[in-house]
Each structure stands twice: as structure tokens, then as C-alpha cells.
């Protein structure tokens, strides 16, 4: 059965992920790790410090508890950058010598 378990695990909503979701939130005591304007402190939700979408994992290292409004603020802000970044022409700083 370990192939289908890597088929859910490619899905995303998992039990593979409840349960790191459960062990996050554990750890954290419940508690916001983001501490916004609107925090009521208590997570009911787990974030990826590293976006998927950038390359993160869903190793615990790149979990971290947060309530619903700071997750809600964190993840339009995170759409807002990525949309900036598609739109602005210039490149990003880089070493030089690199390039
Ligand atoms: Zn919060």
C-alpha cells in the first residue's frame, strides 16, 4: 500500500497531513505563532513558513502554528508578493559575478 499512500501524500489533504497538522498545532501549544493585528491567539491552523509553491516542505521544521486571521492576512500577503514579483521587471538583487 506504500504507493498509495505517496498518491495521497501528492494530494495534500491527507491523513499523512492531519496528523503533522495535529502534531504542529501540539507543539504550539495552540497558540499563534504570528501574533498579527487581528490575532485571537489561538491556532486552528498550520502554515508552511516556506510555501509550497516556493520550494518548502511539510517537514516540522517548516510547519509553525497560527490562528485563521493571521493566517488569512498572511496568506494575501503572500499572493500580493507573488503577484509583485511577476509584474515587476526588474530583477531581483543577485551576486554579482554570478550572473
Ligand atoms: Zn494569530
Request: aromatic share 4%; glycine share 8%.
Amino acid at each position: 500500500m506504500t504507493w498509495n499512500n505517496n498518491r495521497e501524500w501528492a494530494t495534500g489533504s491527507t491523513r499523512t497531513w492531519r496528523t503533522k497538522r495535529a502534531a504542529t498545532l501540539h507543539r504550539d501549544n495552540y497558540t499563534c505563532t504570528i501574533r498579527g493585528r487581528t490575532c485571537t491567539d489561538t491556532a486552528t491552523e498550520v502554515d508552511h513558513i516556506l510555501g509550497k509553491a516556493e520550494g518548502g516542505t511539510d517537514a516540522a521544521s517548516n510547519l509553525r502554528s497560527v490562528c485563521k486571521p493571521c493566517h488569512q492576512t498572511l496568506t494575501s500577503q503572500q499572493a500580493q508578493r507573488g503577484r509583485a514579483t511577476r509584474s515587476n521587471k526588474r530583477a531581483p538583487m543577485r551576486h554579482p559575478g554570478l550572473g
